[in-house]
């Protein structure tokens, strides 16, 4: 196999004396023992009629064994003033610059050395990730596609542009390089794991499970293929079995904040919404400045009817991303429910403001203006979200919901029929509109109504409503049924 540092046929060998003892590492090029590329002279370069080259790169050398990378930097910079096309230092250059994050740079290393060495696997393999790692994934994918061309038989190549792949959403390319390159190393069980990633992304989810188990009969100390099952397990509708996986990572010493709120989700799917919030804590206690945990812990509060925990936490959310809208929606529903309408109105204006199209924002801001007798406020909200989301139930049944306040009961009743046109499965919509048809004196069609709710609703609110209507609308309309205990 060609080194990354190998000059092409064209290219001199230069008179100093380096290290060839290179192998391929995370990016490029790494000592064979796993440490930074550096090339060692012996004694004889530190005479009088030393090459001005050859001593510039020996001061290189010296400064990296030292950790000084920018002064290395600049003097392999004054080396290639000198000879610009000298590979050795152009790969030395490119892997410090890599190892100092500043891949666009290291990318024009790269560039130059395969001009110079077209046929270089290593080349190509550590520009596709210097690509990969500035984001250009199209750039990093042809690369390792070159390298896969020069080397069909070795499992960078694929391994790289499965990654570059998967980043880029192509998931499907990504799980047709992890399976080829299994074929290549079958005992491999990071590769089953990057392949279930990219089964996960495709929502092949018992694929991508039968793979994580594999990674685990393959490597059983490792927490990672726990973790990766945990979550295709609640994907899969089994949050008891991602619990479980997720504590045997935390056994395994992996004791992260991510564990914590992965398994604090699985916990709320669960319905132990307090573990959950126990799990929260945790998270974050090890990461303080998590929106996300403390989102979910507020919706979690909210569960509890704890709603000034609730709006503490979503407070924490919008000091740590006062830009987005999520925040303010989910802070006005709470303060909504808090009773604190104003409240609730003024978050629902600063979440339109940020994201004026998020139809839901509109259709909550609308319900609290027609408590407050705001008519046309609320039912101009509700218009504008049926223009952003014209198939939005809970919009006409709201919309409805304010025409019956004010009593405009045909309007009312056009929009619970269209709204349940959208959802039949929408209680609240069957019982708002029994209530119209009462007040206009449907009895048959609101005891109907009333019926479905009986029948079909899981909500004991709902429940009671239609029986207590029922118990006094039956005896004038159809035979009366059996009622349902709505405890």
Request: hydrophobic share 40%; glycine share 8%.
């Amino acid at each position: 196999m060609k080194k990354w540092n190998q000059p092409s046929a064209s290219q001199p060998e230069p008179t100093s004396k380096r290290s060839k003892v290179l192998t391929l590492g995370l990016f490029g090029l790494v000592l064979a023992g796993g440490g930074v590329i550096f090339w060692f002279r012996g004694p004889g370069l530190a005479g009088a009629n030393v090459d001005p080259f050859d001593r510039l790169v020996e001061r290189a050398d010296q400064r990296l064994r030292g950790g000084d990378r920018a002064r290395a930097l600049a003097n392999y910079g004054e080396a290639l003033a000198l000879r610009p096309d000298d590979t050795q230092v152009l790969s030395q250059r490119a892997e410090t610059l890599a190892r100092e994050g500043r891949y666009a740079e290291a990318v024009a290393d790269l560039d130059r050395l395969i001009e110079l060495s077209p046929d270089s696997l290593e080349h190509y393999l550590a520009r596709g990730e210097a690509h990969a790692r500035l984001g250009r994934h199209a750039d990093a994918v042809a690369d390792y596609a070159k390298a896969i061309e020069l080397a069909p038989e070795q499992d960078e190549g694929y391994v790289g542009r499965g990654k570059a792949r998967l980043a880029a959403g192509d998931a499907h390319g990504a799980a047709d390089d992890f399976t080829a390159v299994i074929k290549l190393d079958s005992s491999n069980a990071d590769l089953y794991r990057k392949r279930g990633n990219a089964r996960r992304a495709l929502n092949e989810l018992t694929a991508a499970l039968a793979d994580y188990e594999e990674a685990i009969v393959l490597d059983a100390e490792n927490p990672l293929g726990y973790h990766q099952r945990a979550l295709t397990r609640k994907a899969l509708g089994d949050p008891a079995g991602a619990i479980r996986d997720y504590n045997r990572v935390i056994r395994l010493g992996k004791r992260e904040a991510v564990v914590y709120y992965n398994r604090a989700n699985a916990k709320r799917a669960a319905g132990d919404v307090r573990g959950a919030i126990a799990d929260y804590n945790e998270a974050l206690r090890l990461q303080a400045k998590d929106p996300d945990a403390y989102y979910a812990r507020a919706g979690c509060h909210e569960v509890l009817g704890k709603q000034s925990e609730a709006i503490a936490d979503y407070d924490r959310v919008i000091a740590l991303r006062p830009n987005q809208a999520n925040g303010y929606l989910a802070r006005g529903r709470a303060k909504h429910a808090y009773g604190d309408r104003s409240g609730g109105i003024a978050d629902y204006n600063r979440a339109v403001m940020l994201d004026p199209t998020d139809h839901t924002v509109f259709c909550r801001r609308a319900g609290i203006k027609s408590e407050l007798g705001d008519t046309s406020g609320a039912i101009a909200d509700y218009n504008q979200t049926m223009r952003l989301q014209p198939g939005y139930a809970p919009a006409y049944c709201g919309r409805g919901r304010t025409h019956l306040a004010g009593n405009d009961l045909a309007r009312a009743l056009q929009d619970f029929d269209r709204a349940l046109e959208l959802d039949p499965d929408y209680m609240d919509a069957y019982r708002l509109r029994a209530e119209a048809k009462v007040l206009t004196r449907d009895i048959e069609g609101a005891i109907a109504d009333f019926r479905v709710v009986l029948n079909r609703s899981t909500d004991r609110r709902l429940v009671r409503i239609a029986n207590e209507y029922l118990a006094e609308l039956e005896p004038f309309g159809a035979p009366t049924r059996p009622q349902r205990n709505s405890r």
